[in-house]
T-cell receptor, first 113, second 111 residues
């Protein structure tokens, strides 16, 4: 079974600031996947990224970047030069050898103009 | 690109009534998942289907049942509704073993 911890309940920043959302996971599976989803105020869940346990390469996609470190069981998400449209709840999730995604409790990001 | 379609988007029911939620996966996706998200909570996995067979089961109450049809759409049937069933219900779909894409959700309110 997996467990995902997002210790930051809520973060507030001013536009153009960089912000990092923390995610720590626990798993006994040797093969697993880690995810980030964005849930804007409209409620839908938007897929951002999936990483498998064998690929520790950091990834950058525009203003988004992800830092996967197996040594610390962390999969942190950084938004560079944040914008008001980034305001949302961000969920980190893990998946092992089953279908289910195990979500963290989410981090609410508020970006003020 | 086509996304997961869920209907209805909003549903209001009385206690002890029944509800049916529908999900139409992304074309060519063979796996469907259902999640329940209570107010202020994270999504909780309910059940999944692969090629019309139940694949995995989570914390789904016995009052709920689901199935996947020959056209790959899925329905979640909920009976004897309780106030605590009020939540956002997500359907997701994927190609087996790949990332799950979520639909917009059905917001169920039980009065």
């Amino acid at each position: 079974a997996q467990k995902v911890t997002q210790a930051q309940t809520e973060i507030s920043v001013v536009e153009k600031e960089d912000v990092t959302l923390d995610c720590v996971y626990e798993t006994r599976d040797t093969t697993y996947y880690l995810f980030w989803y964005k849930q804007p105020p409209s409620g839908e869940l938007v897929f951002l990224i999936r990483r498998n346990s064998f690929d520790e390469q950091n990834e950058i996609s525009g203003r988004y970047s992800w830092n996967f470190q197996k040594s610390t069981s962390s999969f942190n998400f950084t938004i560079t030069a944040s914008q008001v449209v980034d305001s949302a709840v961000y969920f980190c999730a893990a998946q092992g050898n089953t279908d289910k995604l195990i979500f963290g409790t989410g981090t609410r990001l508020q970006v003020f103009p | 690109a086509a996304g997961v379609i869920q209907s209805p988007r909003h549903l209001i029911k009385e206690k002890r009534e029944t509800a049916t939620l529908k999900c139409y996966p992304i074309p060519r996706h063979d796996t469907v998942y259902w999640y329940q998200q209570g107010p202020g909570q994270d999504p909780q996995f309910l059940i999944s289907f692969y090629e019309k067979m139940q694949s995995d089961k989570g914390s789904i109450p016995d009052r709920f049942s689901a199935q996947q049809f020959s056209d790959y759409h899925s329905e979640l049937n909920m009976s004897s509704l309780e106030l605590g069933d009020s939540a956002l219900y997500f359907c997701a779909s994927s190609l087996r073993g790949n990332e799950q894409f979520f639909g917009p959700g059905t917001r169920l309110t039980v009065l």
